[in-house]
């Protein structure tokens, strides 16, 4: 099985595709002003929670070692509190880093999921949607809901993930499954613009696997930067959204078929209204 997989040509070109989506997310960003724009505002938002989070954590740690270290004048204790202190502030980076990431994917909601729809229609050639706030606090609060369901079907494997991440030698395997979970997430934003069901975009996962594994490797690229990556989320909201598009438009008989069938009825619809 894995010899025929290797072995055929398409899935070298269909892995490649999917990495080269994410790359085409910079391309797409910088030829749209309003992409730009969207973009700016959950940057933005995302440094100031880091700093935020900073300043909350390093300001506390200290009292936190102070109250709990005992005083003693031992050398080696000295020693051991030293490191206790690197530790400390170490962790305390961690956290407001895993904070900031916490936060930024909550307030980039709205914006991401205007980033999908906008680069979706700029994809198609068709004229982007007008911003309406309320429209896209109703698409986040949407894709808030979608996210929390799509984490519950998911549970069992993110806990096994986890499991899996502890044993030496798998934790490569864990991460790669990590970076394809994380890689269906950032795409959802597009599915969601679409109206996909839930069931259908796990046909869709399925249909084109090995464009999200290709996808995935930019997506791992993106977070296994340190600090920087908070920041470069949109990227990846942005190249779900090519991969989307792409692998919709390719297979017209598939998951996705039937949405794009209707959607592209809709809009004959629209345009006949409107020439009438």
């Not at 935020?52 to 390093?58: C, D, G, K, P």
């Not at 030293?82 to 895993?98: D, E």
């Not at 340190?226 to 998951?255: D, R, T, Y």
Request: aromatic share 12%; net charge positive; hydrophobic share 55%.
């Amino acid at each position: 099985m894995s010899d025929q997989l290797t072995s055929n040509p398409s899935f070298v070109k269909r892995f490649a595709n999917g990495f080269s989506y994410g790359t085409r997310s910079l391309s797409l960003l910088k030829s749209d002003a309003g992409l730009k724009g969207l973009t700016a505002v959950p940057v933005l938002l995302t440094a100031l929670s880091l700093m935020t989070f900073l300043y909350w954590t390093l300001s506390s740690v200290p009292t936190w070692l102070i109250t709990f270290l005992p005083e003693v004048g031992s050398p080696w204790i000295q020693v051991a509190e030293g490191l206790v202190w690197v530790v400390g502030l170490i962790s305390a980076v961690m956290i407001s880093f895993l904070g900031t990431l916490l936060v930024s994917r909550i307030i980039g909601l709205p914006f991401y999921s205007f980033m999908a729809e906008r680069s979706l229609k700029l994809l198609s050639n068709e004229a982007p949607p007008p911003l309406s706030f309320s429209k896209q606090i109703s698409f986040a609060a949407r894709m808030f809901f979608v996210s929390l369901l799509r984490t519950a079907v998911l549970l069992p494997v993110l806990f096994l993930l986890v499991v899996a991440s502890l044993i030496p030698g798998v934790q490569l395997v864990a991460a790669a499954l990590s970076m394809l979970i994380a890689a269906f997430d950032f795409s959802d934003y597009a599915l969601e613009a679409k109206g996909i069901a839930l069931t259908s975009r796990f046909k869709f996962l399925k249909a084109n696997f090995y464009e999200f594994a290709g996808f995935s490797v930019f997506v791992g690229m993106i977070f296994f930067i340190p600090i920087v990556n908070v920041f470069l989320l949109p990227l990846a909201v942005l190249g779900g959204s090519v991969l989307v598009h792409e692998c919709s438009k390719s297979q017209p008989q598939g998951p996705l078929g039937r949405y794009n069938a209707q959607a592209s009825d809709r809009d004959l619809r629209v345009k006949n209204k409107t020439f009438t």
